[in-house]
């Protein structure tokens, strides 16, 4: 069993920085290049996280023999987020280790993992057995690659093409959760910060599911406020769910004449950034303004004060996404929607409901 002092041996590195890297610690100060070198490193030693050493004391899973026999199976993950952008979010690094994980499960080798460096080249996709697709991705370049590829299964993102398989967490819902919470915890004026893709018209900018049910439990109210949301735009999704956006649109909503007494921020790491925009305009967390974001990464725990968070499932978004992937391989001829449960974690960045 290969140890994390070995990796740090490989990489030269302390054993505390591989943990801590492996741990997705954002709080850590350490170069892209020596993080990245980290993972592949463990990767390649097939470094067992504690998880996976409990499930290999398990008993073997009744995988059907249709996919024991099919161990030439190739499977290729097309992720919206380029490497450096993964790297630099846990969620989605989750996301994909769940995949890769129940693959060596079940035997079927990951051929190819594409992302948006480059353009998808989709001869490469002639012969692969099924692609997960992670994240948002435009209905054109689903459906080109439906042409070529016999299975597609989306991952943490519902193109709202029935015909797909999809698995993920009901991000509307959620958000409708954290803002009736708010509300019982007698927050009024909530703002909202998010992103939406340049090519999106504009009602395509208000249609992310968490923008989308922000707005419509507000209007449910007749509080709605357009000023409340602040929205960062870039080429593609992905790009605009960053700390950098968050911290800026942050600051476009506290610079407001009344400024909101909490924000719900689209992800963990915009959140982050809020934090830092709160802090320099000389505020509270959460006495002044509360904040509230989506994914529960590792370092959230760790903010100060620790951040409240509707925690969503990326592993298992990913673990599902292979069992999903597995049916149709055996023979499964129609699709499924799968949505995972959510959980809301409160921690010092706002004041729980009195109800939960």
């Given at each position: 069993m290969v140890t994390i002092k070995e990796i740090a041996k490989a990489v030269g590195v302390s054993s505390g920085t591989v943990s801590r890297v492996l741990n997705y610690d954002q709080t850590l100060s350490v170069s892209e290049a020596k993080r990245q070198a980290i993972i592949e490193t463990a990767e390649a030693l097939n470094y067992?996280?504690?998880?996976?050493?409990?499930?290999a004391l398990l008993p073997p899973l009744n995988i059907p023999m249709a996919s024991h026999a099919d161990v030439s199976a190739h499977v290729a993950i097309v992720h919206f987020l380029a490497p450096q952008e993964e790297l630099v979010d846990p969620y989605y690094v989750g996301v994909r280790l769940g995949i890769e994980a129940r693959c060596r499960e079940y035997k079927i080798e990951i051929a190819r993992v594409f992302n948006p460096d480059v353009p998808v080249?989709?001869?490469?996709?002639?012969?692969?057995?099924?692609?997960?697709?992670?994240g948002h991705?435009?209905?054109?370049?689903?459906?080109?690659?439906?042409?070529?590829?016999p299975h597609l299964i989306m991952a943490d993102f519902n193109p709202r093409m029935p015909q797909f398989d999809c698995v993920r967490a009901d991000l509307g819902e959620a958000t409708t959760t954290i803002l009736d919470s708010l509300e019982q915890a007698g927050y009024r004026r909530i703002g909202f910060v998010g992103g939406y893709e340049l090519m999106d018209n504009d009602a395509l900018m208000h249609g992310e599911q968490r923008c989308k049910a922000f707005i419509e439990w507000h209007e449910a109210r007749g509080s709605y406020r357009p000023e409340l949301m602040a929205l960062g735009q870039s080429e593609r999704f992905g790009q605009n769910l960053r700390l950098e956006t968050g911290y800026q649109q942050a600051k476009s909503l506290l610079a407001l004449d009344t400024p909101p007494d909490a924000i719900v921020a689209a992800n963990d790491n915009m959140a982050i950034g809020a934090y830092r925009a709160i802090q320099e305009a000389g505020m509270s967390i959460p006495d002044d303004v509360a904040v509230v974001a989506f994914n529960d990464i590792p370092v959230a725990q760790f903010l100060n004060p620790p951040l409240s968070t509707m925690r969503i499932p990326g592993e298992l978004i990913g673990e599902v996404a292979v069992d999903l992937l597995v049916e149709r391989l055996n023979g499964r001829d129609y699709s499924k929607h799968v949505t995972l449960p959510t959980e809301m974690v409160w921690r010092g960045s706002a004041k729980k409901p009195p109800l939960t």
């Open positions: 067992a996280t504690p998880r996976a050493r409990k499930n080249d989709l001869a490469m996709l002639t012969g692969i057995s099924a692609t997960i697709v992670v991705h435009p209905k054109v370049e689903i459906e080109a690659m439906a042409k070529v590829c």
